[in-house]
């Protein structure tokens, strides 16, 4: 009997924690997220079946079935889907392997191919094939083999060692970003390695030579593996074919690690979370994209694809991902959109842009538009900024022109006189808006589908924009007032809702115009609330009441302890 009360007591004060520990995760908004999880360069490497006639001859078949759709049917990179991947696939004909543990010129050893196999390549269309049994891997690469004459005239190549590591600090790293200036790696990858160098831009800008530097600062596109080690053994093999050769010809092995800890800081991780949490700040927001306010919001990466959904489709994007945070205000809310754009290159007709999609309404449920502008009954609101036009407008309002000039369906409204008391009244409705002096109109346009897309009224074109392009990167701040009178057009922003949201993107020097552009998912935004004190407080009571109860209990049953009795 006692033991059955004491059970009962314990389940009782458990109970009573539970529920003041259920109180307090109540208050705080939690959603799930994502990380995107991206491959790594395996090194593990399992035994060798016999290269035979037979393991050959599997090896075939499976290369037919998996293979050639990219690499071709002869195995010299032509396959039905070349046209459409960026970079393109490895020709298997020639010496191209570019991911090796051997020095520069020469050819990988199979281990080597059996580790691309397995681990695939970043930034590629080369995927992991975890699908095929080892005995496959094997029986395949010794197919791959019989495209290159090569590799049955050469012997075994010397692996490179991947030794004499040091460790990564403050005077390494300055080290490194001395060499990475003194061995002209800026020419290619830039300043801050966003693959913006002068010889860069100039092999593919003037003479359309496909080559294209690494972006060092998305550590997920390193080919081969974003590791210290794999940075190292791409810094001392080179890349075959290319204008990034070995460093271990003039660099001491001290010197590559240096160097490699630098670049190794250059890269971040993709953060990428289904939730964007817009913060909420008390007084004015910031002036523009660099205000150090910004300093105090976490951003997410969004990854980015060619929108191939409808035509004009577009296969090979320029723009991959974009990083976006955002805060609020009582009055408007404001983002900022952040990618890495090598050129600044655009024309009336071509221009670097980016877009910002909602659903007009915030839907209930899981029912949501569809993510790629919109359908039939189920319309979005869109928008779309442009560096084209944004330095446009600041040219005419630096001479003074007018760059509020209204449209309407892209017609321009014809000037006309005004009497005093419309200027007066006019002059009162702008007041408000002077809290936006030195920004861009853009343009909001509404979508219920790829062919029924239309521009929103003049007096309904409530966003502003700043912009600036730095070091290959574009800053662009977008505001809006959270909410407006077009309810049945705007986006209203809501605290405690979940809003889809959506990103576009289009590189001007890339040709990419209309449909042809980077696109998102659907991804969802948050505005932040504040917790009162007061709730804490009271969450401490529960705890308190709940632990006195618990004593109070315990203290009852030892004055007064249950009778044990027995049975004969």
Not at 394 to 414: I, L, Q, R
């Amino acid at each position: 009997m006692y033991k059955i009360k004491s059970n009962l007591i314990l389940k009782c004060s458990f109970v009573c924690l539970l529920a003041a520990a259920l109180a307090f995760l109540c208050l705080s908004v939690g959603f799930a997220q994502t990380t995107q999880i991206f491959r790594t360069y395996k090194t593990g490497v399992t035994a060798r079946i016999p290269q035979t006639p037979e393991a050959i001859a599997a090896g075939k078949a499976i290369y037919e079935k998996r293979c050639y759709y990219c690499h071709g049917i002869k195995g010299d990179g032509n396959g039905p889907a070349a046209p459409r991947l960026d970079p393109k696939p490895r020709n298997f004909t020639r010496n191209e392997y570019k991911i090796r543990s051997t020095e520069l010129g020469t050819l990988p050893t199979d281990e080597d191919l059996f580790r691309i196999i397995t681990s695939g390549v970043e930034g590629t269309a080369m995927p992991f094939w975890s699908t095929l049994s080892s005995e496959e891997r094997w029986q395949v690469i010794y197919y791959v083999k019989t495209f290159y004459e090569g590799f049955k005239e050469s012997e075994a190549h010397e692996v490179v060692p991947i030794s004499g590591e040091i460790p990564s600090d403050s005077e390494s790293v300055k080290r490194g970003k001395e060499l990475f200036k003194e061995a002209k790696c800026l020419l290619c990858h830039g300043e801050d390695g966003r693959a913006d160098g002068q010889i860069t831009t100039t092999l593919k800008g003037k003479w359309n030579f496909p080559y294209k530097a690494r972006n060092l600062t998305k550590s997920w596109l390193f080919k081969g593996g974003n590791t210290t080690k794999d940075i190292y053994r791409t810094v001392t093999t080179g890349i075959n074919e290319t204008p990034m050769g070995t460093y271990a010809d003039f660099l001491t092995d001290e010197d590559r690690w240096h160097l490699t800890h630098y670049v190794k800081t250059l890269s971040h991780d993709m953060n990428t979370e289904v939730v964007l949490k817009s913060k909420l700040v008390e007084g004015d927001l910031p002036e523009g994209p660099d205000g150090a306010a910004w300093d105090t919001v976490s951003s997410i990466e969004m990854p980015l694809a060619g929108q191939i959904v409808a035509r004009p489709r577009l296969w090979i994007p320029s723009v991959n991902s974009i990083r976006i945070k955002s805060m609020y205000n009582k009055e408007d809310i404001v983002f900022l959109l952040e990618w890495d754009d090598k050129t600044n290159e655009q024309d009336e007709t071509y221009s670097d842009a980016v877009a910002l999609q909602f659903p007009t309404k915030i839907p209930e449920g899981m029912k949501k538009p569809y993510f790629a502008m919109g359908e039939s009954g189920k319309s979005v609101t869109i928008w779309h900024w442009r560096a084209y036009d944004e330095f446009k407008q600041t040219e005419k309002n630096e001479n003074g022109g007018n760059t509020e000039a209204a449209t309407d369906g892209g017609s321009s409204v014809a000037e006309h006189e005004e009497s005093e008391e419309q200027e007066e009244e006019k002059i009162a409705e702008e007041k408000p808006k002077e809290k936006f002096k030195g920004f861009a109109t853009i343009k909001e346009m509404n979508a219920k589908g790829f062919k029924n897309l239309a521009e929103q009224p003049s007096n309904s074109q409530h966003s502003k924009s700043k912009s600036y392009w730095k070091n290959g990167k574009w800053k662009v701040m977008i505001t809006r007032p959270l909410m407006t009178d077009d309810k049945k057009i705007d986006i209203q922003f809501e605290t405690g809702k979940l809003i889809p949201y959506a990103l576009a993107a289009w590189d001007g020097s890339n040709s990419e115009i209309g449909g042809q552009k980077s696109i998102s998912s659907w991804y969802y935004l948050v505005l932040e609330i504040t917790t009162p004190r007061s709730v804490y407080l009271y969450v401490l009571i529960a705890i308190i009441m709940g632990v006195s109860i618990q004593f109070w209990v315990i203290g009852r049953i030892r004055r007064f302890p249950p009778k044990i009795t027995t049975e004969e």
